[in-house]
């Protein structure tokens, strides 16, 4: 199985900053896209941003032009850096991956989500 962790969110000011990581670890024999989305209280769970076989990617227009999201294919690891942070991105940000992993008999298709990540914006 093909697990994620995520790390780095946090408390910050309007208008802050923040960076999340998200390691995949496991039998992976390939990762066709990362993403993260995020679900605030009363919400339903929205996309944020997807990078797709590491070049195209895909915002919200909420965050588009303040949020960039990234990916290093060595580490299996996806970033999310987070500029001019607003109230409204208040939410747990998780993390998604899918793609293909390794089984004792040859290879499967896996989605697997992160155990998420609270980010608050608040003065």
């Known amino acids: 199985q093909v697990q994620l962790v995520e790390s780095g969110g946090g408390l910050v000011q309007p208008g802050g900053s923040l960076r999340l990581s998200c390691a995949a670890s496991g039998s992976i024999y390939s990762i066709y896209t990362m993403g993260w989305y995020r679900q605030a209280p009363g919400k339903q769970r929205e996309l944020v941003a997807a990078?797709?076989?590491?070049?195209?990617?895909n915002y919200s227009d909420l965050v588009k032009g303040r949020f960039l999201i990234s990916r290093d294919n060595a580490k299996n690891t996806v970033y999310l850096q987070m500029n001019s942070l607003k109230p409204e991105d208040t939410a747990v940000y998780y993390c998604n991956a899918a793609g293909t992993e390794l089984t004792d008999t040859g290879r499967r298709t896996f989605g697997s989500w992160g155990q998420g990540t609270q980010v608050t914006i608040s003065s």
């Open positions: 990078i797709i076989s590491g070049s195209s990617t």
